[in-house]
């Protein structure tokens, strides 16, 4: 089980831009959609969503190669990753409450909705499938977090203009619409896959 | 219309958890440029979604209100998980394929979105037939648009080879954009089809 031979940096960038977990994975779809309607809450969300993953990644490397690898429960991972994605945004939500209570309303019902949000188990399986070593899952981790975040402001920031606009046919409003636009800069990321590649 | 028919008519057509409720478009996506791996994907999603609900309405009374996300979250990943053991026993070459896909099932928001709207207010019975429709109505569409971007990406079906040498793959029906822009058509489609048979005095 040896660590891909992959640099630290080109990781990290991969993961925003080639790799992005939503334009080329479709993780964290469905949030996406909902929340890119209003772009403070957006940012707000981005914030959160690249925290969780981040922590996670490390936390859940440490779980996976620590507890599950030397008890041979792999067959149990996804309920423990689950568990521990759970508590990590039930912590978040307690310290975010305790020093920031501005912040801790703006994300309001978003917070504990990021326990489903599928891009942070999606990071999660990809490092354990890929079989990144800690420093690698922890890039990762902030990088697709950093990506996911860049994604959803992008499109926020579109759908702003998008919505004022009449000349959309009916039956295309809203979703219709804002999924096309989706696909756009799903094309425009692939833009960057000569760059650097990574598996 | 008796209850049942409702709830399949619901999950199938009407609420249909792709078009109205734009729920679970996150993990099932990525597998649908290939037909056979998108009809597994679709046959696990249905089985989790449908045992999840019966099993949680029939827990609904006796669980604690506070933990009930979590309680949710685990009963899927247990039913994921016998999927998942399951693939890798029958069909190793396809598990590899989906690589993190079948564990993403938990989070499909589908699953979380029946318990929470569904099961917790309904029968056992009933929770089970609409885990099962809705899982089915998000099946046929996913299996619409990985026959579509199967066909055109690689002139195949099934992996079974349909056109001839002068056929000319369609690359992005195989990269990420096509699958976006399928589904905002699908969408289109269905939009404006219920908009005119509620105009046109309820004609089906």
Same mark, same amino acid.
């Given at each position: 089980?040896?660590?891909?031979?992959?640099?630290?940096?080109?990781?990290?960038?991969? $993961?925003?831009?080639?790799?992005?977990?939503?334009?080329?994975?479709?993780?964290?779809?469905?949030?996406?959609?909902?929340?890119?309607?209003?772009?403070?809450?957006?940012?707000?969300?981005?914030?959160?969503?690249?925290?969780?993953?981040?922590?996670? $990644?490390?936390?859940?490397?440490?779980?996976?190669?620590?507890?599950?690898?030397?008890?041979?429960?792999?067959?149990?991972?996804? !309920?423990?990753?689950?568990?521990?994605?759970?508590?990590?945004?039930?912590?978040?939500?307690?310290?975010?409450? &305790?020093?920031?209570?501005?912040?801790?309303?703006?994300?309001?019902?978003?917070?504990?909705?990021?326990?489903?949000?599928?891009?942070?188990?999606?990071?999660?399986?990809?490092?354990?499938? &890929?079989?990144?070593?800690?420093?690698?899952?922890?890039?990762?981790?902030?990088?697709?977090?950093? #990506?996911?975040?860049?994604?959803?402001?992008?499109?926020? $920031?579109? &759908?702003?203009?998008?919505?004022?606009?009449?000349?959309?046919?009916?039956?295309?409003?809203?979703? #219709?619409?804002?999924?096309?636009? !989706?696909?756009?800069?799903?094309?425009?990321?692939?833009?960057?896959?000569?760059?650097?590649?990574?598996? | 219309?008796?209850?049942?028919?409702?709830? @399949?008519?619901?999950?199938?057509?009407?609420?249909? *958890?792709?078009? =109205?409720? =734009?729920? +679970?478009?996150?993990?099932?996506?990525?597998?649908?440029?290939? @037909?056979?791996?998108?009809?597994?994907? =679709?046959?696990?999603?249905?089985?989790? %979604?449908?045992?999840?609900?019966? %099993? @949680?309405?029939?827990?609904?009374?006796?669980? *604690?209100?506070?933990?009930?996300?979590?309680?949710?979250?685990?009963?899927?990943?247990?039913?994921?998980?016998?999927?998942?053991?399951?693939?890798?026993?029958?069909?190793?070459?396809?598990?590899?394929?989906?690589?993190?896909?079948?564990?993403?099932?938990?989070?499909?928001?589908?699953?979380?979105?029946?318990?929470?709207?569904?099961?917790?207010?309904?029968? *056992?019975?009933?929770?089970?037939?609409?885990?099962?429709?809705?899982?089915?109505?998000? +099946?046929?569409?996913?299996?619409?648009?990985?026959?579509?971007?199967?066909?055109?990406?690689?002139?195949?079906?099934? +992996?079974?080879?349909?056109?001839?040498? +002068?056929?000319?793959?369609? %690359?992005?029906?195989?990269?990420? *954009?096509?699958?976006?822009?399928?589904?905002?058509?699908?969408?289109?489609?269905?939009? %404006?089809?219920?908009?005119?048979?509620?105009?046109?005095?309820?004609?089906?």
């Amino acid at each position: 089980m040896n660590a891909p031979d992959v640099g630290i940096l080109s990781l990290f960038l991969a $993961s925003i831009l080639t790799s992005n977990m939503l334009l080329s994975n479709f993780l964290g779809t469905c949030s996406f959609i909902s929340i890119s309607k209003d772009f403070k809450s957006s940012m707000g969300l981005g914030v959160a969503v690249t925290m969780v993953i981040g922590i996670c $990644s490390a936390i859940c490397w440490a779980v996976l190669y620590f507890i599950i690898k030397p008890l041979g429960i792999e067959y149990l991972s996804f !309920i423990i990753f689950i568990i521990v994605i759970a508590g990590v945004v039930q912590m978040l939500e307690m310290i975010i409450d &305790r020093f920031s209570p501005s912040l801790y309303l703006a994300l309001g019902i978003f917070l504990p909705l990021i326990t489903v949000n599928c891009a942070v188990l999606g990071v999660i399986l990809f490092m354990q499938i &890929r079989n990144y070593n800690f420093i690698q899952a922890v890039v990762f981790g902030f990088g697709g977090g950093a #990506g996911w975040w860049l994604a959803i402001i992008l499109l926020a $920031s579109i &759908r702003t203009k998008l919505d004022k606009n009449n000349a959309i046919p009916a039956g295309l409003k809203g979703t #219709g619409i804002t999924l096309i636009t !989706i696909g756009f800069m799903a094309m425009a990321f692939i833009g960057f896959s000569g760059m650097i590649a990574v598996q | 219309m008796s209850p049942t028919r409702k709830v @399949l008519k619901d999950g199938l057509w009407t609420n249909n *958890p792709i078009f =109205v409720q =734009v729920l +679970g478009i996150c993990s099932t996506l990525a597998v649908t440029n290939n @037909l056979r791996n998108t009809l597994i994907m =679709v046959l696990g999603v249905t089985f989790a %979604t449908a045992m999840g609900s019966l %099993t @949680l309405a029939f827990m609904k009374d006796v669980m *604690p209100r506070k933990v009930r996300m979590i309680v949710t979250v685990l009963i899927h990943s247990f039913y994921v998980i016998i999927v998942d053991i399951l693939l890798k026993a029958y069909q190793p070459a396809i598990s590899k394929q989906l690589g993190p896909y079948v564990g993403l099932i938990i989070t499909n928001c589908i699953l979380m979105g029946r318990a929470e709207a569904f099961a917790n207010a309904n029968k *056992p019975g009933l929770s089970f037939i609409d885990g099962l429709a809705n899982g089915l109505g998000y +099946g046929w569409v996913l299996v619409c648009i990985a026959f579509i971007r199967e066909f055109l990406g690689f002139g195949s079906l099934l +992996g079974i080879k349909l056109v001839g040498e +002068g056929f000319t793959p369609w %690359t992005i029906m195989v990269m990420a *954009p096509s699958a976006f822009f399928l589904v905002a058509i699908f969408l289109w489609g269905a939009n %404006t089809w219920k908009a005119k048979a509620s105009q046109g005095g309820q004609k089906k």
